[in-house]
Every structure is written in C-alpha cells, then in structure tokens.
C-alpha cells in the first residue's frame, strides 16, 4: 500500500496569506490608478491646461478670420470641452454669408472651423448704398457698404425681376477669372423689345454685347477674343449666335444681331 503525502494546513498558511496580501495590494493599486487619473481629469477641467489655445479657420473667402473668431465668441478662456459647438454653429450660420459651419476639437487645446460661404455674385445699388448679392439670389440688405469690394461686378438699372433672377444664375456658372474681369452688368433692353440684352464693362477696357440667356456659356469665348485683339485697341465685343468686334474708332453702329 502506498504512502500519500500529506500538507498540512499549516504548510500552506503562509502561502496562502502571501498570495492574499499580492491581491490586496493589486486591488488598491488599481483604485488608486483610476482615483488619480480621475483626479488629474478634474484637475485638468479646471486648469488653464484645457483653455483654448489656438483657432485654426478654413473656407472662408468673403468674410475676415476676425469677423469669424468675433461671432464664434470663443477666447483663450473658453474650455475646449465645455464649449456648446450647436451653440457656436447656430452663431455662425445666422452671418448672412454662411451657407454651413463645422466645427471640431482637436486635442489639447485647438479648434477647428470650416466655413462654407454663399458665394458672392455681384452688387446693387440701393439709395447712394451697396448690397452684395449671393448665389441663390438673396440681397444681403444686412450687409449695406460705401463702395464695392470683392471680384464680383454691380447690376445696374436691373429690377427684382426674372431678369435679375436669371443674371445672378448666370454670374453663378461663371468661373471665378471671368466674373473678377466684370465691373459692371447693365440691362440694357432695346427698341426691338429685346429685353434680355445686356452691356458688360469690362475691367480690361472692352465692352462686351450678349444677352442674359445661355450668358455664362457665350462668356467662355471672352478670353480667346480679347487675345487676338491689339491692346491699345478697345472697343465692342459682340457675342451671339456668333462673335465679332467693333472698334470703338469707327462709326459703325451698334450691330442689330438677334441676341440668344
């Protein structure tokens, strides 16, 4: 018959009460870990550490970074983490330039904001004042200037009609060089009931003669046309059904074309 070994309880206390007091000890590191991160978390809430630091802007081409940074109404006081971003959006989506804002935290202390602008078309004149006209044809009456400013052209003698509705489609489809060579769009009906002419002044010297239908794919041509001309030599370019110029030098009349 075989001899089992036997332990005692006694044997193994020791080892038991080691192992025990490993566990313990691993058990209260633990708390301790997660007190003080949870701590440091607090601590960092409520330090400058969390402040805003630096506000990086993109998209934006009418309005300044000062304007932007001004209705954001973020500081270097602001908490990256308790700051309402549907808060500072809904301000910057009241600007009447603003088509959409987004807005994203980067860690440490940097935000992010990426405009989306109406763009900008042309102006109106309104009793001795501007008013920038955009895209989807709204006048910004909030947006009253002195002067023209921007690399769009003025709309005049236009009335709040089809017709200025379609104009500002048409400037829409312009590429961004064409619409900055245009200083002004002047409606310009004649006494053949041709409602839809219009005169472009241009800022090269030339003017250009066409009609507002189909405008931004007759303008394509403009600049092929004015590269073949002498550039001390100004004068009429008419664009219709075809293209040709007229010096301002001669005494021809304006041309009885059909505009399209």
Known sequence: MS????????????????????KKNRRIIFYLSIFFFLLS?????????????????TGNNILSDEEILKQTRLT????????????????LKKDSFVKDAKLKRKFPQSVEIHINEYELVGYIEKANSYFPIVENGNILTDRKQNSVKGNAPLLVNFKE???????????????????DAISEVHWNPDDKH?????????KDGYVVSTAIRDFAKKM????SIVSQLES??????HIGVGAYFESFETDQAESDEPER
């Open 220 to 223: 394509v041509v403009y600049p």
């Open 3 to 22: 001899k089992k070994n036997v332990v005692s309880i006694e044997d193994r206390l020791p080892g038991l009460k080691q192992e025990r007091k490993k």
């Open 41 to 57: 978390i607090i601590v960092y809430l409520q330090s400058p550490l969390s402040y805003i630091k630096t506000i990086s802007i």
């Open 161 to 179: 009609d089809d017709h200025f509705e379609s104009m500002v489609h048409e400037l829409a489809q312009l590429q961004p060089t064409l619409l």
């Open 76 to 91: 270097n006081k602001t908490n990256i983490w308790t700051m309402n971003k549907g808060e500072v959006i809904g301000r």
């Open 232 to 237: 001390d030599e100004k004068g009429i370019v």
């Open 194 to 202: 041709r409602d839809n002419k219009i005169l472009l002044y241009m």
